[in-house]
């Protein structure tokens, strides 16, 4: 078989796969890593749109690993600019002695912004921009509190948590958790623009206090939700009219994967505050917040003691990583991949709409989502399709969804066989209450 489509050749997960479970469990702390019989598989390598465990089984991915894989897993460009930093310098002194490289990616970010956000903080995730950007606008509107959506996923630390719209993520530590966010309903497609402004509208008159409005685009791990066309540019408008800072969360959404460079560019949109992420480093772990002047330039000027950092503000190899990156993003055009073949994978993913247990079909570009009856039965088809050979993510609130959100770079006939094998594998699962 082709080295570009997948093979199975163990009982998946393998027995090696099988052995670095027990030590996993073993030493990793238990809420991190879902252990079962039947998943998951160690990854050893990965390449364009494969990747191959530790027992040789070779999978067709799906998921481009959370959105990261914009250029293809282990992209020989940025692989190389890696190796080429690593063997010059590894780390530098964060806010005390910059490199140059972490200026080069600084000013490519902000050409490479929409409109003008040309100042940017970098970070190492994406629940770090978020925090970024909300003590930002504290900063710059002397307000502590922000509107955000249910559904909304921003990252899982302690301030990020107080804008994450899903239940399960907050519950557990609820006593820690601030309340500074007023929530609301993420409005889908079937919602009108005049509601969905007419509620933060609303919300801003109950809140005068809240001095940001925080939101993703597209949900992502919400279950890739759209919202309805116009929706972004009226909420710009009404941010501006009242003061009010548009943060917009393109951790997933940014560097291609909706058809445009950052999804808000389809409406025109510049928010205040730019949140990025995944796909930035190529692999290696970065994010930024991207801002105006006029916003970012409410933080103080350092005096000796910077107010936000980390000890790996900018790393050098991270740096690197990500020009790298942008390189490749432009050299290939990633947002014109997208374009090239979202109608295929729109088509093909629409025709489960005639699968029994099948709710919904939805999403933009390369971040779509089909919907099922359960979360139990969505799981099965996750678990069917990874011992088929096709790396699939669950999502939603509920878990209720399956994220489907490939590789731009993925060739045509891999594209077309990882969608017969989640086609197949949705089509003959059946529902635990009918075995």
């Not at 796969?17 to 030493?27: D, G, P, Q, W």
């Not at 940014?254 to 389809?266: D, S």
């Not at 025709?351 to 079909?361: E, I």
């Not at 509920?398 to 060739?411: H, K, M, V």
């Amino acid at each position: 078989m082709s080295a570009e489509f997948e093979s199975i050749v163990t009982p998946v997960p393998g027995p090696r796969s099988r052995a670095l479970a027990s030590e996993l469990a073993a030493y990793e702390a238990p809420g991190v890593t879902y252990l079962g019989d039947d998943y998951p598989v160690f990854w050893e390598s990965a390449s364009g749109a494969t990747v191959t465990d530790v027992d040789g089984n070779r999978y067709l991915d799906l998921t481009s690993a959370f959105g990261v894989a914009a250029t293809g897993h282990t992209n020989p460009h940025v692989a190389s600019a890696v190796a080429e930093q690593a063997q010059r310098l590894m780390h530098g002194m964060g806010d005390v002695h910059p490199t140059e490289v972490r200026v080069k990616l600084l000013l490519r970010l902000s050409e490479l912004a929409p409109g003008d956000l040309t100042k940017s903080y970098l970070s190492t995730s994406g629940a770090d921009a978020i925090e970024f950007a909300l003590k930002t606008a504290l900063l710059a509107t002397g307000k502590p509190r922000t509107i955000a959506y249910r559904g909304a996923y921003h990252g899982l630390s302690l301030g990020a948590l107080e804008v994450v719209g899903i239940e399960k993520f907050r519950t557990p530590f609820a006593p820690l958790v601030a309340d500074r966010a007023t929530f609301l309903p993420y409005p889908g497609a079937e919602t009108s623009v005049e509601s969905a402004i007419g509620a933060v509208r609303d919300a801003l008159d109950r809140d005068p206090d809240a001095g940001a409005v925080l939101l993703e685009p597209i949900q992502g791990r919400g279950g890739v939700i759209v919202p309805p066309d116009g929706f972004l540019r009226a909420l710009r408008d009404l941010c501006y009219g009242r003061g009010v800072l548009m943060i917009l969360d393109e951790i997933y959404t940014g560097f291609g994967r909706t058809g445009t460079m950052f999804a808000c560019e389809r409406e025109n949109v510049v928010p205040d505050l730019l949140c990025v992420g995944k796909a930035l480093g190529g692999g290696v772990p970065l994010s930024a917040t991207i801002g105006s002047a006029r916003v970012m330039d409410a933080w103080p000027k350092s005096t000796g003691e910077a107010l936000h950092t980390s000890t790996f503000l900018g790393n050098p190899i991270a740096c690197a990583a990500a020009l790298a990156n942008l390189d490749e993003i432009a050299r290939l055009d990633v947002p014109g991949l997208v374009r090239a073949q979202q109608g295929l994978l729109a088509d093909r993913l629409g025709g489960l709409r005639t699968a029994a247990n099948v709710r919904d079909v939805r999403g933009r570009g390369f971040l779509r989502a089909v919907e099922f009856g359960s979360a139990e039965f969505a799981n099965r088809v996750v678990v069917r399709g990874l011992a088929a050979g096709v790396i699939l993510l669950q999502s939603g609130p509920t878990g209720t969804s399956i994220t489907i959100a490939p590789p731009p770079t993925i060739g045509g006939a891999q594209l077309q066989r990882a969608l017969d094998i989640f086609e197949r594998t949705v089509r003959e699962t059946v529902p635990e209450e009918a075995t």
